[in-house]
């Protein structure tokens, strides 16, 4: 079975962990060394980003 392709850049996701504080256990253990709790955390936090996004962008 085929694997997924991420919907967040790179770049979004170093930006939400440092953001979150996990960013170093990335650096030295890679995106599979974080807690399932910090995952949902940064999960949460780009739906939080793109809703804000999105009414930013539906205004006059």
């Known amino acids: 079975m ?3 392709r991420g919907m967040m ?25 974080i807690k399932a709790r910090d995952a949902g955390n940064m999960v949460k936090r780009a ?3 793109a809703e804000q996004n999105m009414q930013t962008k539906g205004r006059p």
């Open 2 to 4: 085929a694997r997924r």
């Open 9 to 33: 850049s790179d770049q979004l996701k170093e930006e939400i962990a440092k953001e979150l504080g996990f960013y170093d256990t990335v650096k030295q253990e890679g995106w599979g060394g």
């Open 47 to 49: 739906i939080e980003m």
